[in-house]
């Protein structure tokens, strides 16, 4: 494999609003702001009637509200992976997530954003959930990020500790507070780094169980502490974009708000809504990948705009990349598309393509409206979510059945077989990829039959009802 160069182009063309020039402008600020298993349906914008997120419903107001838009895994690690390298996490045998017993962690082998963006002149911070190894060669710092003040894994799992570069600065952590404690370092890293090009990472670790609310939220929301949870992350969104606003920075500044996976539905009353979609968090059905996506950048994205096309988290890495004048690595396969035409209005995204892997494995595709789920055998839920029955290959049109409930193979077979060699052209890129990397624990994601029965009995005593299809 040939060396990867990262060539500076000195300038950044003014794509979208202005014809192409040599004239240097001012390099982009990036913020990317990420929840933790958010629903589809979490926020005001996106239908939600019980949790208010006024900052969020005007930052998708002042931008783009993506509705096709997806992480690139059902779960946290490799989500995480693909998000900063613009690669499909099973290219790099990350198969599910990493756990603070872990020996191994994303390799320094692969290309990521901040690295990009480092040797742009960017200033690179992450505030908050890394998950993507937590031993010293898997760090942030040894990955292109210059800061990092965070909980290195999920909040669920031992040795929840805070960092800060590759110490651990606390070792005891109140949950409580976490929201507040990574807004007001997000707001002096913006304020540090206010007179220079900054790329900003903000992974929270809400909504994920257990879930944790400042006293200015608990008990707050018409939804329970679920809402109350949403509400302080709307907060924290917001104390940002008034920053940026303080400063001056707001139209140099591009904002990027997602969810690395959907809503972990066997949660109950504590897990987010994926309505109208089907399953949640772990599940290649459309909830536990079709997430949240706005994206902001005043002055250059037109305001009000909702984009039907589908883009995923792998896209952010060729788009901001190219917007802060480097050129995308070409010594290995880049998954994303650069999203400049759809930002900017000049054009489309190359393809309208998406490939839902999980456990290593491609389960699902999609092209345009269409997408083919590959056969399975009887998904065993629990008291939260409904069995899925074994199924054969299934086709469904999207655009017209968002809910995944309705076959349509027999009755679309120039799309099907259209859509069925789209997915076997995909597939043969994946022929070549590395083994899984050794992770030290079971995926626990099935739970044993006792577990369901515990689970049926706990809730009926309490008298909540099952969530239906």
Known sequence: MKKSTII???????????????????????????????GYADLGCYGSTVNRTPHLDRMAADGIRFTDFYSA????????????TGRHAVRMGIHHVFFPESFTGIAASEIKMSKVLRQQGYRTGIVGKWHLGHLHPYLPLQNGFDEYFGIPYSNDMRSVV???????????????????VYTQEALRFIENNKNRPFFLFVPHNMPHVPLAASANFKGKSANGFYGDVIEELDWSVGEILKKLDELGLDENTIVFFSS???????????????????????TTWEGGQRVPGIIRWKGKIRSGQVVNEVANMTDLFPTFVKLAGATVPSDRIIDGCDLAPVLFETGNRANQDFAYIHFGKLQAYRSGDWKIRLPANLYRGNFWTEDVPAHDTLFFNLRDDIGESVDV?????????ATLAAMNAFAKTLENVPPPLVLSESDGVTLTNQQRRESINEAREKGIEAKSR
């Open 8 to 38: 500076a182009t000195g300038f950044i063309s003014a794509v979208g609003f202005g014809a192409c020039t040599t004239t240097p402008v001012p390099k982009p600020n990036i913020i990317i702001i990420f929840a933790d298993d958010l």
């Open 73 to 84: 895994a059902p779960v946290s690690s490799p989500s995480r992976a693909a998000l900063l």
């Open 162 to 180: 805070y960092m800060r570069g590759n110490e651990v600065e606390q070792f005891r952590v109140n949950q409580d507070s976490t929201t507040y």
């Open 260 to 282: 690395d996976n959907g809503p972990w539905l066997t949660e109950g009353p504590l897990g987010g809504d994926a309505t109208p979609l089907f399953q949640g968090k772990g």
């Open 409 to 417: 193979k027999n009755k679309f077979p120039k799309e099907y077989q």
